[in-house]
C-alpha cells in the first residue's frame, strides 16, 4: 500500500493507495468478508479487490510509460559488458538514481553529506530565511509525486518495484536539487570547498554524473529548476528548460556561457544527462568543415606529394617480381589483415595517406574544462579528404576518457543505435591502432595526446583503444553509419591498381628497416651472379 505524504500534521496533502483494510470482522450487507473453510480465515472482499484493482491499474499505467520511454530507459549495464571495465559503469563518488541507490559499502558516504549540504545551499540562494525551506521542500516533492509514475518509468521494472513511492521521492528530490546545485555552482564560479576537500572529488564528480547507470529523468531536473528561485539568473531571461540545457552545457562541454537557445534541442526529448551529452558529442562534427586554408594547402601539395611517392616507390615497383616472392608470408597484407580492409596508421603512411588532427578552424569549440573536452574540439569527427589525408579528431587519454566512451556506448547499445556514433567512431580507431609504431603515428600528428605521450606511452595507447573497443559489440553495419563513406574509400585506397598493398608491404619490411633492404639487394646480386657464371658453362657444352 502505496502513502506518500506531502506535509507534516493536517496541513498537507497527500497522494494515498486503497483505503485502509476494514477492522470490523462483522459482515456487512454486500457480503464484504468471507469466511474460509474450518480454519476460520476472514477475507475482507472489497478491500481485497480494492487493492488488486489499483495495483493492477498502476501497474497497466507505469508499463504504459516503460513502452513509450524504452528507446531510452536507464537501465543496468549488462554483465558481459561491465566484466570487462567494471570501474567505468559504477560511481565513485556520488549516486545518482536508484540503481546504485543501495549502495552499503559505505565508500560513497562522502557523496552522500554533499547532497544534503548542496540541498540546503540551493534553496539558501533564494530563501535566505531558514523558516521558508519547509515550505520548498514541500513545493519540490509536490512536484515530483506528481510524476513519480512517469519517473518510475524510466528504469527496468525490477530495479525500482521494491522502493517506496516516498523513498523514490525522496531520492530525486535530493539527486536533483545535488545536481542543479553543482551545476550552478560551475556557472558562476562559486568556490566548492566541501567537494575540493575531497581527493579529485571535482574530476570523479564529472564522470559520475554521466554515467549510464546513474541518471534521473531530465524531466524532473526541469521542474526541480523551475521551482526553485536562482537570483544569479533572473535577469537572462531563459525559460527553465532552457536554463538548464545550457547550465549543463556549460558544465559538460564548456560553452563559456554563449547563446546556443537557437541549436538547443526541445527539453522533452531530452530523456536525462547522458543523453543530452550524447546529442554534443554527436552534432559538433556535422558542422565541422576544414578551414579554406587546409584545403588550399592541400590542393597545392598534392601534385609534388604524388610525384615524390612515385620517385620513392619507382625502385620497388621495378623491383617487385625479385623482391616479393622472398618477402616473408607474415608480413604479407592477406595475412596482416585478412579481408578486414581498414589498414593501420603505420601502414596508411605507406599507402600515401596521411594523418592529421582535426584543426576546429577558429570556429565554435566544444572543448574547454568540460568532460567533453577530452574528445577535442571537434568530436567524433573523421574526414578522409581526395588529396589522401585523412583528418581525425583529437583525442585525450586521461582517466576519464574510458568511463565516457563507454558510457556513451553503452548508451547507444541501449536506445538501439546498431551502428552509433561513438562505437563506429572507436571501432576504426582501434582498427587504425593495433601496435605502438600505429600510436606513434598518432601521437606525432597531435591526435592523441595526454599528461605523457612520449615514445615510452605508445604502448599504454595500443591498449587503451584495445580497451574501449572490446565493447564495440554489434560493429557489423558501420557501411550505414556515418563513416560509411570513409570506410569505403580506404577500401578502394586499397585496392589501387598500382599494387598499392604490395607496394606497401615492401616498403613496410624493406624501407623501414634499411639493412632488409641490403640483405635482400646482395641476395638478389649473389643469385642473378650465380646463373649468369652458370649460364656460360651451359652454353658451350656440347649438343
Given amino acids: ?246 547550465l549543463v552545457l556549460y558544465y559538460l562541454a564548456g560553452e563559456k556561457g554563449s547563446d546556443r537557445s537557437d541549436v538547443l534541442p526541445p527539453a522533452n526529448g531530452v530523456c536525462h544527462i547522458l543523453h543530452l551529452l550524447h546529442q554534443v558529442v554527436t552534432s559538433a562534427r556535422t558542422t565541422w568543415q576544414p578551414p579554406p586554408r587546409i584545403q588550399q594547402e592541400c590542393a597545392v601539395l598534392k601534385p609534388a606529394r604524388e610525384v615524390a611517392n612515385l620517385l620513392l616507390s619507382l625502385p620497388l615497383l621495378l623491383m617487385m617480381p625479385l623482391l616479393y616472392p622472398i618477402l616473408p608470408d607474415e608480413c604479407k597484407w592477406s595475412s596482416r589483415y585478412g579481408l578486414v580492409s581498414v589498414p593501420s596508421a603505420s601502414d596508411m603512411k605507406w599507402l600515401g595517406v596521411r594523418i592529421q588532427k582535426i584543426d576546429s578552424g577558429g570556429g565554435k569549440s566544444s572543448g574547454g574544462a568540460g568532460i567533453v573536452s577530452v574528445l577535442g574540439p571537434v568530436p567524433l569527427a573523421v574526414e578522409l579528404d581526395r588529396h589522401d589525408v585523412l583528418r581525425l579528431a583529437q583525442l585525450k587519454i586521461e582517466f576519464r576518457t574510458v568511463p565516457l566512451l563507454l558510457n556513451l556506448i553503452v548508451f547507444e547499445h541501449s536506445s538501439e543505435q546498431r551502428a552509433g556514433n561513438v562505437l563506429s567512431y572507436m571501432w576504426l580507431m582501434a582498427k587504425i591502432v593495433q601496435a605502438a609504431e600505429d600510436a606513434a603515428v598518432l601521437v606525432t600528428a597531435e591526435v592523441v595526446r595526454g599528461e605523457t605521450m612520449g615514445s615510452e606511452s605508445n604502448t599504454d595507447v595500443v591498449r587503451f583503444f584495445r580497451q574501449v573497443s572490446a565493447a564495440c559489440e554489434g560493429a557489423g553495419e558501420l557501411e550505414v553509419s556515418y563513416l560509411g563513406e570513409t570506410l569505403q574509400r580506404l577500401k578502394e585506397r586499397t585496392q589501387h591498381p598500382l599494387f598499392a598493398k604490395r607496394v606497401a608491404d615492401l616498403q613496410r619490411y624493406y624501407i623501414a628497416v634499411p639493412w632488409r633492404l641490403v640483405a635482400a639487394f646482395v641476395t638478389v646480386i649473389t643469385t642473378v651472379s650465380s646463373i649468369l657464371q652458370t649460364f656460360p658453362s651451359f652454353k658451350q657444352k656440347p649438343a
Fill in 1 to 246: 500500500m502505496k502513502q506518500l505524504a506531502g506535509g507534516n500534521g493536517g496541513g498537507g496533502d497527500a497522494i494515498r493507495g486503497p483505503e485502509a483494510k476494514p477492522t470490523s470482522r462483522a459482515d456487512d450487507a454486500s457480503g464484504s468478508q468471507v469466511m474460509a473453510g474450518d480454519d476460520n480465515v476472514t477475507v475482507h472482499v472489497e478491500w481485497l479487490a480494492r487493492r488488486l484493482t489499483q495495483q493492477q491499474e498502476d501497474a497497466a499505467a507505469t508499463e504504459q510509460h516503460r513502452v513509450m520511454l524504452s528507446t531510452h530507459r536507464v537501465s543496468r549495464v549488462p554483465d558481459h559488458v561491465r566484466i570487462r571495465n567494471p570501474d567505468a559503469y559504477t560511481p565513485g563518488l556520488v549516486t545518482i538514481g536508484p540503481l546504485h541507490a543501495e549502495d552499503g559499502l559505505g565508500r560513497l558516504r562522502p557523496g552522500k553529506r554533499l547532497k544534503m549540504a548542496y540541498l540546503h545551499s540551493l534553496i539558501s540562494r533564494g530563501h535566505p530565511d531558514p523558516s521558508s525551506h519547509l515550505a520548498v521542500i514541500q513545493g519540490y516533492v509536490r512536484l515530483v509525486a506528481a510524476r513519480e509514475r512517469e519517473a518510475r518509468a524510466m528504469y527496468a521494472a525490477e530495479d525500482v518495484e521494491e522502493i517506496s513511492a516516498e523513498d523514490f521521492v525522496q531520492m530525486l528530490v535530493l539527486d536533483g536539487c545535488f545536481i542543479i546545485e553543482h551545476l550552478v555552482n560551475v556557472a558562476t564560479g562559486r568556490e566548492e570547498q566541501t567537494l575540493h576537500a575531497t581527493p579529485y572529488g571535482p574530476a570523479q564528480l564529472s564522470v559520475d554524473i554521466v554515467l549510464a547507470e546513474n541518471q534521473i529523468p531530465f524531466f524532473v531536473l526541469v521542474d526541480l529548476i523551475g521551482s526553485t528561485r536562482l537570483p544569479e539568473f533572473d535577469t537572462t531571461g531563459y525559460q527553465p528548460p532552457v536554463l538548464l540545457m545550457k
